[in-house]
Structures are given as C-alpha cells and as structure tokens.
C-alpha cells in the first residue's frame, strides 16, 4: 500500500514560496521542514493541499491571503515617536521590532516610515494581503509517534 499525507503523519516537505513572481524562501538552499499534518504546524491552505500525496509527488498550491496571512489591515498602523525607543535601537525603514503591548503580549512590528521625529509601525504580518504560491515536494512520510502526537510537534 502507498501511503499518503493524512491526519497524524509527520510530513517531511521541500518547498519554495513565490510571492509576486519572486522567490521569498527556497527548502533547496537547506533543509525541508517537518511537520505533523493535521494540526495546524503550517497555514491552513498549504496543509488543506497536502492531503493525498505520496513522496515525491510535486505539487504547486496557490493560497489566497484568507488561507494564509490574512488580510492587509491598514488600521493595524502605528506612529510612534522616536524618542520613545532605546538608542540602540536602529530605527531605520525595514527594520523588524518586537514590541510589548500594555497585556504584556509581544508583538512584530515592521518600521515602514521613518521622518526626523517619528516611525511608523505596520503590525500587519509581512505577508499579509499577499496571494502565495507554493511548489512543494513531499520528501518523507511517516505515522507521527504517540509521543508526538501528545505533545503536538516532531522529534
Ligand atoms: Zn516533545
């Protein structure tokens, strides 16, 4: 019997994502990624995809930002003055901040405008609002141990 990627299998996948014709990661410059199908390691559109394929079956999958990142949400902005950081702090356009909200809760924040006195924050996730194209190999299978399954990730 062939098997094929379902619920409780730890799937070892090779991938590259395009995102606007443009590779953003590439599983061939090193390793695939491991994971337990069925339980919501990756996004929800890429696993929904999986389900069926046998090693080495080649696929491409292309997700919706709803099965992905979401939406772009432009109200997920903030401005910031620059004295409120610390010096160390390099507050230049690009730059990734883990913030900590008032619950204490950590939060990326990407600086997308930077004048003289302000930065202006976008929390939307990077690729928010972006349709992704995947083209994926499935390079290993295996039932996920109990152990694993217990804890929710591959050893
Ligand atoms: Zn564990």
Redesign the pocket.
């Known amino acids: 019997m062939t098997e094929i990627v379902q619920d409780n299998y730890v799937i070892t996948l090779d991938y590259t994502l395009i995102v606007d014709d443009e590779v953003l990661e590439s599983t061939a410059d090193g390793e695939p990624i491991e994971f337990i199908q069925g339980i919501g390691q990756i996004i929800p559109g890429l696993e929904q995809a999986l389900y069926g394929l046998k090693v080495g079956e080649k696929k491409t999958v292309v997700i919706q930002p709803e099965d992905a990142y979401g939406d772009y949400d432009p109200e997920s902005l903030e401005v910031a003055r620059k004295e409120e950081f610390s010096e160390e702090i390099p507050l230049d356009i690009g730059t990734f901040l883990d913030l900590r909200d008032d619950e204490g809760e950590v939060l990326s924040a990407q600086i997308t405008v930077a004048d003289e006195d302000t930065v202006t924050l976008d929390f939307n996730h990077p690729l928010a609002g972006k349709v992704l194209t995947f083209e994926v190999t499935v390079s290993g299978l295996r039932p996920a141990s109990e152990?694993?399954q217990?804890?929710?990730?591959v050893?």
């Open positions: 152990e694993e217990q804890h929710g990730h050893h």
